[in-house]
């Protein structure tokens, strides 16, 4: 399994920015695909998970200005942020694992993509 990011880049305060995640190879019907943002100087810290249900979970960091969201034909996931702000600024990486159809069952995230920049500034 290949995952490929796209759309990081450098905004201001208040806007808005979309990242996308591209599975391709031995993907299977269940899943669950995560974000995780890495800043320097800091932990990792997953963001967002949405598993092949549709249920989503949020960080509280993110809570209502970020929208995990699929599109199950293509096999394409994305990360709508909205509102940024200046602590916001890390490096994105959509991560995955298969097998089953809800991210409560199974541990760890075997795939990853190879992260998108983002940076906010005030």
């Known amino acids: 399994v290949r995952l490929e990011e796209a759309g990081g880049g450098s905004v201001q305060a208040g806007e808005s920015l979309r990242l996308s995640c591209a599975a391709s190879g031995d993907t299977s019907p269940g899943y669950c695909m995560a974000w995780f943002r890495q800043a320097p100087g800091k932990e990792r810290e997953q963001i967002a998970t949405i598993d092949a249900g549709g249920l989503a979970t949020y960080a509280d960091s993110v809570m209502g200005r970020f929208t995990i969201s699929e599109d199950n034909k293509k096999d394409i996931f994305y990360l709508q942020m909205t509102n940024l702000k200046p602590e916001d600024t890390a490096r994105y990486s959509c991560?995955?694992?298969?097998?089953?159809?809800?991210?409560?069952?199974?541990?760890?995230?075997?795939?990853w993509g190879q992260g998108a920049q983002v940076t906010v500034s005030s």
């Open positions: 991560a995955a694992r298969y097998g089953f159809y809800t991210c409560g069952r199974g541990t760890g995230f075997p795939f």
